[in-house]
């Protein structure tokens, strides 16, 4: 399978082109090598995806035939991403909270409240 049409299918990216985009612009590395689009995957090959922020590292754990559920990632995929990377990524959403584009103004009460609560959590 090929590792865009792979990494569709499970789920990684909404499109196969987003994929195949990654792929083109160097995001994606298949035990340290870039690769692409048409790359062939096997089994137990460790891939790093390059997101915004951070690095996503998957290891393949079997080919599915078609796009598969949510559900059933665990049958395909395991997750090594380590986590620090899941920490960046947080910072990231919590810087993003707390900007307001610049003319907005102060926030309303309830905006205000939104941001109590979820800095007490």
Known sequence: MRIDKFLWCVRVYKTRT????????????ING????????????????????????TIKI???PKSRVGAKLLSDYIIELTPDEEFKK??????????????GTGRPTKKERRELDNWMNE
């Open 33 to 56: 090598q870039v690769v692409k689009p048409a790359r062939e995957v096997a089994a137990n090959e460790i891939i790093e995806i390059k997101l915004h922020a951070y690095t996503r």
């Open 61 to 63: 754990v079997d080919l």
């Open 89 to 102: 990524l947080d910072l990231i959403r919590e810087r993003l909270v707390f900007q307001r584009p610049k």
């Open 18 to 29: 987003m994929a195949t985009e990654a792929c083109r612009n160097g995001r994606l590395s």
